[in-house]
Nanobody, 128 residues
Framework: QVQLVESGGGLVQAGGSLRLSCVDS????????MGWFRQTPGKEREFVAA????????SSADSAKGRFLISRDNTKNTVALQMNSLEPENTAVYYC?????????????????????WGQGTQVTVSS
C-alpha cells in the first residue's frame, strides 16, 4: 500500500523559496510516476509538476516553469519540489501523487484523475 507523506510547507515571504518533499512510508516509489498538485479553497486541484518513474521525463505547468523544479531520488524513496521566487498566488495546499507506472518508465501524467494515490497535503503560504 502506497502511503505518501508530504513535508516542507510553511510560511515564506514573496521571493523566497521552499522545498517540498514526499516520501512513501509504505513501499518503494520507484514503480510509480509522481506528480505535484495544489489546491486553494473553492478551486479545483491544479497540476504543478510531474516526473516519470525513471526520472528521465518531466513536465511542469506554465506558471511553474523556470521557478519550480521537480526531482526524485529512487534510492531514498523521495520526490521533491523545489519552489523558488514564490509569489502570493502560489499559496495553496500542495499534494504529492503517485501513479503505478512499472511498464512506462518515461511517461509523465499531468491530470489528477490519472493518479491513484495521494498524500494528505502540506500548506504553503506566501506573504506579500
Amino acid at each position: 500500500q502506497v502511503q505518501l507523506v508530504e513535508s516542507g510547507g510553511g510560511l515564506v515571504q514573496a521571493g523566497g523559496s521552499l522545498r517540498l518533499s514526499c516520501v512513501d512510508s509504505g513501499r518503494t516509489l520507484s514503480d510509480y510516476a509522481m506528480g505535484w498538485f495544489r489546491q486553494t479553497p473553492g478551486k479545483e486541484r491544479e497540476f504543478v509538476a510531474a516526473i516519470s518513474r525513471s526520472g528521465s521525463s518531466k513536465s511542469s505547468a506554465d506558471s511553474a516553469k523556470g521557478r519550480f523544479l521537480i526531482s526524485r531520488d529512487n534510492t531514498k524513496n523521495t520526490v521533491a519540489l523545489q519552489m523558488n521566487s514564490l509569489e502570493p498566488e502560489n499559496t495553496a495546499v500542495y499534494y504529492c501523487a503517485a501513479k503505478f507506472s512499472l511498464f512506462f518508465s518515461s511517461s509523465v501524467y499531468v491530470t489528477d484523475r490519472e493518479y491513484g494515490h495521494w498524500g494528505q497535503g502540506t500548506q504553503v503560504t506566501v506573504s506579500s
